[in-house]
C-alpha cells in the first residue's frame, strides 16, 4: 500500500536524512562563524568595539607586515572582517538566500586561508582548520536543495 506522503511533506518528523544533515551544516557553521567574528570584539574588559579595532584589526595589519600585500588592501580587510563574519554568519542562521550566503561564506574563508598562506609556516595550522570549514561548507552547498527551513529563497 502506497504511504501518504500528502499529510507527512510538512514535518519534521519526516524529513530526509539529508535535510538534517543540511540543516546540521547549516546551523554548525553559522554559530562557528558568529563566534569567529564575535570573537574578535572581545578584550580583557569583555565586548567592545575598540577592543576589536585597537587590537585584533591592528594585530592582523601587523602580521602581515611581512608579507607582499599591501597595507592599503590588508587595512580595510582588517577593520571589516569581524563585522562580515557576523553578518554572513546570522544571513546563514535566519536561511536568507542561503545558496549565496554559502558562496559568501567560501570566499570570505579561501581569502581568510590566502591570508594564513602568504604568512608561511606561522599560518600552517590555520589553513588546515580553514580548509576543513571549507569542506563542511561544499557539503553544504552540495546539500543546499534540501534545505527546508529558510526565510528567504
Not at 569581524?82 to 546563514?92: E, G, R, T
Not at 558562496?103 to 589553513?127: I, K, P
Request: aromatic share 16%.
Amino acid at each position: 500500500m502506497p504511504r501518504n506522503t500528502k499529510n507527512r511533506n510538512g514535518s519534521l518528523l519526516y524529513w530526509s536524512a539529508e535535510s538534517w544533515a543540511f540543516l546540521s551544516l547549516r546551523l554548525f557553521l553559522s554559530l562557528h562563524l558568529f563566534t569567529a567574528g564575535l570573537g574578535k570584539f572581545m578584550g580583557e574588559n569583555g565586548f567592545a568595539f575598540s577592543n576589536f579595532h585597537n587590537g585584533t584589526a591592528k594585530w592582523i595589519i601587523g602580521a602581515f607586515e611581512s608579507t607582499w600585500l599591501p597595507g592599503f588592501l590588508v587595512a580595510p580587510y582588517a577593520h571589516l572582517i569581524a563585522y562580515v563574519q557576523v553578518i554572513i554568519s546570522v544571513l546563514l542562521f535566519l536561511g536568507v538566500k542561503t545558496k549565496y550566503t554559502l558562496a559568501l561564506f567560501a570566499l570570505t574563508y579561501v581569502s581568510l586561508a590566502f591570508g594564513q598562506m602568504l604568512r608561511g609556516a606561522e599560518g600552517r595550522d590555520t589553513v588546515q582548520a580553514i580548509a576543513i570549514y571549507l569542506i563542511l561548507n561544499c557539503a553544504a552547498l552540495y546539500l543546499v536543495r534540501h534545505n527546508k527551513l529558510e526565510l528567504k529563497r
